[in-house]
C-alpha cells in the first residue's frame, strides 16, 4: 500500500528555522516525482514545487522560489520542505504529494499525505 | 488570484446533478490534461479525476469530467450528502513551467 507520512504539527516563532519530512513507503520512492502544496488557514491550495529523489532535480513554484528548499533522502525514502527564516504569513497546511509516474512531473498527484500544520506565531 | 477560475460555491438537492467548471487559458487546459481533487471537510485532497475523465480506481461512477478548448467540467449525478465537498482543478502551465489550481469550489448538499 502506498503511503506518504508526514511530520507532525509545529509551532514556531517568526524568524526560526523548519524543516518536515514526508516519509514514502509500499513504492520506489526514487521513481516518481514528490511535490509539496501550501493550504493557508480557509483557502485554496498553492503548488510550491517538487523533486525526483532519483536524481534530486527540484523546480520550484516563481512565488516559493528562494523562499523554501525542498530536497529528498532517498536511502531513508524521505522528502523534505525546509524554511531558514519562518514568517506569520507561511502559517498553513503543507502536503506532501506523490505524482503518478507515467509521464514525468506533468503527471496528476495520486497520493497525498495527512499534511502538517505549520503555525507561526510570536 | 488563481491562475484558473472555478465558481466559488455551488448548491443541489440530494439526488440531482450537479456541474463544476474550470476556465483556464491555452498555456494550461487548452494544452495539458485537467485533474480534479475532493476535499471533503478536515481531510487532505484526494484525486477525483485524472487526465480530463479517467477515474481512479474506488473513485464512485457518479463522477465525470470533460474539457473543451480551455474550460473544463466536473460533474456529479445522484448527489449525495457525502459529497459535500471542496473541488479543485489543476492543470500544468507550460508558461510558469508549474502547476496551477483553480480557487476551489465549495459543493453544498441541500
Known amino acids: 500500500e502506498v503511503q506518504l507520512v508526514q511530520s507532525g504539527a509545529e509551532v514556531k516563532k517568526p524568524g526560526e528555522s523548519l524543516k518536515i519530512s514526508c516519509k514514502g513507503s509500499?513504492?520506489?520512492?526514487?521513481?516518481?516525482?514528490i511535490g509539496w502544496v501550501r493550504q493557508m488557514p480557509g483557502k485554496g491550495l498553492e503548488w510550491m514545487g517538487i523533486i525526483y529523489p532519483g536524481d534530486s532535480d527540484t523546480r520550484y513554484s516563481p512565488s516559493f522560489q528562494g523562499q523554501v528548499t525542498i530536497s529528498a533522502d532517498k536511502s531513508i525514502s524521505t522528502a523534505y520542505l525546509q524554511w531558514s527564516s519562518l514568517k506569520a504569513s507561511d502559517t498553513a497546511m503543507y502536503y506532501c504529494?506523490?505524482?503518478?509516474?507515467?509521464?514525468?512531473?506533468?503527471?496528476?498527484?495520486?497520493?497525498w499525505g495527512q499534511g502538517t500544520l505549520v503555525t507561526v506565531s510570536s | 488570484q488563481s491562475v484558473l477560475t472555478q465558481p466559488p460555491s455551488v448548491s443541489e438537492a440530494p439526488r440531482q446533478r450537479v456541474t463544476i467548471s474550470c476556465s483556464g487559458s491555452?498555456?494550461?487546459?487548452?494544452?495539458?490534461?485537467v485533474n480534479w481533487y475532493q476535499q471533503l471537510p478536515g481531510k487532505a485532497p484526494k484525486l477525483l479525476i485524472y487526465y480530463d475523465d479517467l477515474l481512479p480506481s474506488g473513485v464512485s461512477d457518479r463522477f465525470s469530467g470533460s474539457k473543451s478548448g480551455t474550460s473544463a467540467s466536473l460533474a456529479i449525478s445522484g448527489l449525495q450528502s457525502e459529497d459535500e465537498a471542496d473541488y479543485y482543478c489543476a492543470a500544468w502551465d507550460d508558461r510558469l513551467n508549474g502547476w496551477v489550481f483553480g480557487g476551489g469550489t465549495k459543493l453544498t448538499v441541500l
Open positions: 491555452s498555456s494550461n487546459i487548452g494544452n495539458n490534461a
Open positions: 509500499g513504492y520506489s520512492f526514487t521513481s516518481y516525482w
Open positions: 504529494v506523490r505524482h503518478l509516474g507515467i509521464v514525468g512531473a506533468t503527471d496528476p498527484f495520486d497520493y
